[in-house]
């Protein structure tokens, strides 16, 4: 793997050509000069240019995430803005946002500015999105109007639910004046209490502490209460149970502005996943029953779900390694993301590769107010070339986070990407292949 | 014990972590070579050979002083070389990490590690650290097999067979290991189970694992052949789940009224230790138709079979 600055003028050549936008495919070549599309379709080139040959690959949108922690500031060890990056162009992603769960937290413009400024020169596009409450601590609301000014393009305490609904209502009301999202991670903490996995058939005979469905559907019933009371924008996050998608199915029909997204791993695994107590799968929310699962994938088909977003969580071996209850939750998952989608999406449910990049492309820019037209004549190149129908086994080689905490190393992928251009800069697999 | 060394290899699994689709088979060898070491056990000198120059490590990081006495009698029956380690002498309190522990000890040449654990597959993961042999003597609130596999034991001698007997097990089913692993191991020999007690104590899904429920003691033990009394363990009660001990005892407890609305004699057990008066009541623990002292001896003579078969047959000729 490598990451160069793109040379003034590059051809992807010969490849197909997939506009998410437009919902066209066609095949031909996009000139790009100085890190800016100048041109798309059928290309006679002079002078100078580098080609890069994308026959039988797939050009698109490069994907954007609005869900991954990147650990900067606090615990480096676990993974950097700058690894993040690496993680992220793996992945095809050109766009990421950031969870303020930092230490400290970004809670503050000037720690905002902190990502903004730290991130410039970097491969991909990071966007912070800023605390709900000072010090995620779910008393007082941060200066949402100052951190919007440094960057901020959301506000969240993800990790942290907002437990108090009167807190709540009021960071929904204040979002209204600096017409951003608010993304609540929705847990019940009382229902949850100690859980360590679903609370079900696996989690009984395990002896684990199981945690309801329950917790996640009644604070996102709240959520979805309160945000059409004020009419602000929600946005759902890591949705993982039925009940959940009821909620948000129902609302949905009157309140348009509500929104939602499901991460690739509750999409791929279900509880029974976990019998072998693979802390890995220790997730925040937990990964639930194959009932559950299949309703995901039914809500992702009928627009419930409107992205895709990897809650990509990095952590070192020793918060991983360890016995059940000690472990952290999260896994990485920016790496692994359109291999394991397009798996259970394309192959497995029927998807076609135009839906499903369309929920790593256009969708997630709509709900966080990004430019959508990434094909547009002039436009600062986002793209990624993807190889959709590559068969190979996801090893720790793919891995370019600084974290390795990835329950889907030897699992069969199908998809996988080539090249990711972003910020004139490019990122070439050029790893193992693991057919 | 000559006869012994033919059964070196027998079981399946290399370990013991729990009795989840643990094969029958293993059982009945683990049940049958019991008998055997319980004959040494009356014998004026209780020990054999067995386990000579094998190396077993007590590793407990949660207090349990009759399993850890049971065990440690057990090897030394066997002959085995045994080292303690506990909790409160150990190194994790220092900040070491589990990992750490485990891969220290085994580097100091061991052949096996009996392990109590307050979290559930912390045997499992232990497995994934070191090369020896892995006992489960308890994770959490998951398995507790030879803690079963004593009980079937000890009902195989009290009834001549495991298959079609009827066994009620009474408690906090919630926070018990003994009764997810003596649901494993008694329907995999073929008998039935129905689980008793308070109904927030007892997990709606294990009805999965294709037991009965019953949330009324008599018709329990209208139903069963034995009951298995497991200790209200208060300690693990961080809600007050049950509101008061009279309260229990009245809905719950066995006591000799009880028992006497039914006609048949039933066998009482208990994995101890007993809070007599509230689980059960003295005179029922020290009466006739409980086997509770039956249990521990049996404990001992199961754990050896335990100990012998998984690391049986290293010293003598490289066999294994
Ligand atoms: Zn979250």
Redesign the pocket.
């Known amino acids: 793997m490598s990451v160069q600055k793109l040379n003034s003028r590059v051809v992807l050549q010969n490849g197909t050509l997939l506009d998410p936008l437009s919902g066209e495919t066609f095949s031909g070549d996009i000139l790009i000069e100085n890190g800016k599309i100048a041109q798309i379709g059928k290309i006679l080139f002079d002078g100078e240019i580098e080609k890069i040959d994308c026959s039988g690959k797939v050009i698109t949108h490069g994907f954007c995430d609005l869900?991954v922690h990147f650990r900067e500031p606090g615990r480096e060890d676990k993974e950097t803005l700058e690894t993040g990056t690496l993680a992220a162009l793996a992945g095809g992603f050109t766009r990421v946002c950031v969870?303020p769960n930092t230490n400290p937290p970004l809670d503050s413009p000037e720690a905002i500015n902190f990502i903004t400024k730290k991130s410039e020169n970097l491969a991909v596009y990071i966007h912070p999105i800023g605390a709900i409450t000072k010090n995620q601590g779910g008393d007082d609301i941060t200066e949402m109007g100052l951190m919007k000014k440094e960057g901020a393009v959301a506000f969240?305490d993800?990790?942290l639910p907002v437990q108090d609904g009167s807190m709540m209502r009021i960071a929904l009301e204040y979002s209204n004046l600096v017409e951003l999202p608010i993304i609540n991670?929705a847990e019940d903490e009382c229902l949850r209490s100690n859980g360590l996995m679903n609370d079900g058939v696996v989690s009984s005979q395990l002896g684990l502490d199981g945690n309801l469905d329950l917790a996640e559907s009644v604070m996102i019933h709240r959520d979805l209460e309160l945000a059409s009371y004020t009419n602000a924008r929600l946005h759902i996050?890591?949705v993982s149970s039925s009940k959940s998608l009821d909620h948000i199915r129902k609302v949905k029909l009157v309140n348009h502005k509500v929104t939602a997204e499901v991460t690739p791993h509750h999409l791929y695994f279900n509880e029974e996943a976990l019998r072998d107590f693979n802390t890995n799968l220790k997730v925040?929310?937990p990964i639930r029953t194959e009932s559950d699962r299949l309703n995901l994938i039914k809500a992702v088909k009928d627009g419930t779900i409107d992205c895709i977003a990897t809650?990509h969580a990095p952590h070192t071996i020793e918060d991983k390694e360890t016995t059940f209850d000690l472990a952290s939750f999260g896994m990485i998952g920016l790496e692994s993301c359109f291999g394991a989608v397009s798996k259970v999406l394309i192959r497995d449910n029927g998807m076609s590769l135009l839906d499903v990049v369309r929920l790593l492309t256009v969708r997630p820019r709509a709900i966080m107010g990004f430019e959508k037209d990434l094909f547009k004549i002039g436009a600062e190149v986002e793209l990624a070339v993807i190889d959709p129908n590559f068969e190979y086994v996801f090893k720790k080689e793919n891995i370019k986070s600084r974290s390795v905490n990835s329950p889907y190393i030897g699992e069969k992928m199908i998809g996988k990407i080539n090249y990711t251009i972003s910020k004139n800069k490019i990122y070439k697999e050029v790893g193992v292949i693991n057919k | 014990m000559r006869n012994l060394n033919k059964k070196l290899n027998m079981l399946k699994n290399k370990h013991l972590l729990g009795l989840k689709e643990y094969p029958a088979k293993d059982l009945k060898t683990i049940i049958d070579t019991a008998y055997n070491f319980k004959t040494v056990l009356d014998r004026p000198i209780k020990k054999v050979p067995s386990l000579q120059g094998v190396t077993i490590v007590n590793l407990f990081f949660e207090n349990s002083t009759r399993t850890k006495i049971s065990f440690e009698l057990a090897q030394k029956r066997l002959s085995a070389d045994t080292v303690n380690f506990s909790a409160s002498s150990s190194s994790l309190k220092k900040g070491e990490s589990f990992k750490d522990t485990a891969q220290n000890i085994e580097s100091m040449k061991i052949d096996a590690v009996v392990m109590r654990h307050p979290t559930p597959g912390a045997a499992n993961h232990l497995t994934n650290f070191i090369d020896s042999v892995v006992i489960n003597a308890g994770d959490g609130t998951h398995e507790h097999p030879t803690q079963a596999i004593l009980d079937m034991m000890s009902l195989h001698e009290k009834f001549g067979k495991l298959k079609g007997l009827k066994v009620a097990i009474v408690g906090d089913i919630l926070h018990s290991r003994v009764a997810l692993s003596n649901i494993y191991g008694l329907t995999t020999m073929g008998a039935e189970v129905m689980l008793c007690g308070p109904s927030n104590l007892i997990p709606v899904h294990l009805k999965e694992l294709g037991v009965k429920v019953s949330y009324k003691i008599n018709e329990a033990l209208d139903w069963a052949d034995a009951v298995n009394v497991l200790r209200i363990q208060r300690e693990r009660m961080g809600k007050s789940l049950v509101p008061s001990i009279r309260e229990y005892r009245e809905m719950f407890g066995i006591t000799s009224k009880k028992l006497s609305l039914h006609k048949k004699e039933i066998v009482v057990m208990h994995p101890g230790p007993m809070n007599r008066g509230v689980e059960i009541d003295g005179d029922v623990a020290d009466g006739d138709q409980a086997i509770i002292l039956d249990q521990v001896l049996n404990g001992v003579a199961s754990r050896m079979s335990i100990l012998f078969l998984l690391c049986g047959g290293k010293n003598s000729d490289g066999e294994r």
Do not use: V
């Open positions: 869900h969870m969240s993800d990790g991670h996050p890591h925040a929310p809650d």
